[in-house]
């Protein structure tokens, strides 16, 4: 597996998993774009890479704003098409804890807004490229809630379902023209999302996957980077769960 010299966009990469993901990018060759909100936290992780021998670069980005998502790719454009683009900017902190009767239309839309919207209008605002080079990636960051169903996080599960639904699709649309989509659908990741998840569920996890161990960012990159590369070009419109055998779909 290689990303020597291609582009890859990673949305929400300044911190966690998609932090994690962007390093793992820059070490097999790539050069990461870091899409994220906050200037610090992206900056920061660029210097991290460059530091270690990789190549990067930071772009804001507000997944939630069309504006903000079509300057992104306009800026990018003017250097050719990416060859990826990972869509990792989500919501998940502090996000649980209610039950589906409970939560509020504004809560739900906001859920939707960053987890399910947000992919699209990345993707949607890259699809020029990628059609115009004839090939290239979409991995899309989806969560096992969707396929375990989790208690008490109704709007983000279903968000989370959206996009594995939305991966499909896209994969349909886009496969002829040498474009691959996919899901990656994680559990629950130590990092800074995870902290404020009730204990509980964190036990749920412990006691239930196949192995038992925590789940760290590291434990996810590697399907990640293989679906970006030449090794995964006839691999679409699939959901790849990684979390240790939490769920067996």
């Known amino acids: 597996m ?8 990673v949305t929400g990469a300044g911190r966690g998993l998609g932090e994690a993901m962007a390093h793992a990018i820059a070490g097999f060759g ?3 774009v870091v899409a994220e909100l906050f200037p610090e936290r992206g900056e920061q992780v660029v ?5 270690a021998g ?4 930071f772009s804001p980005v507000d997944v939630s704003d069309p504006a903000s998502v079509s300057e992104l790719a306009q800026r990018l454009g003017v250097m050719g098409p990416i060859w990826g683009l990972v869509n990792n900017a ?9 039950t589906f009767w409970d939560i509020t239309p504004e809560e739900w ?14 993707s949607r605002a890259f699809a020029p490229q990628l059609l115009a080079a004839g090939e290239g990636r979409i991995v899309n960051i989806a969560s096992d809630a969707a396929l375990y169903g989790s208690p008490r996080l109704a709007h983000y599960v279903a968000s989370k379902g959206a996009l594995i639904a939305l991966t499909r699709a896209m994969a349909r649309e886009l496969g002829d023209h040498g474009i691959t989509v996919n899901a990656v659908a994680p559990g629950l990741t130590e990092g800074p999302s995870a902290e404020e998840i009730p204990a509980e569920r964190h036990a749920l996890y412990a006691q239930n996957r196949a192995i038992s161990r925590p789940q760290q960012p590291d434990d996810v990159t590697g399907a990640v ?4 590369c030449d090794a995964a070009a006839y691999i679409t419109g699939q959901t790849i769960v990684v979390d240790g055998g939490f ?3």
């Open 2 to 9: 290689n990303l020597d010299g291609r582009r890859v966009v």
């Open 30 to 32: 790539g050069h990461v």
């Open 47 to 51: 210097s991290n890479i460059t530091d």
């Open 54 to 57: 990789g190549s990067a670069e």
């Open 90 to 98: 989500g919501l998940a902190d502090a996000v649980g804890g209610k």
């Open 109 to 122: 839309d906001r859920i939707h807004t960053i987890n399910a919207r947000g992919p699209w209008l990345v």
């Open 225 to 228: 980077v293989f679906l970006l």
């Open 247 to 249: 769920v067996m779909p």
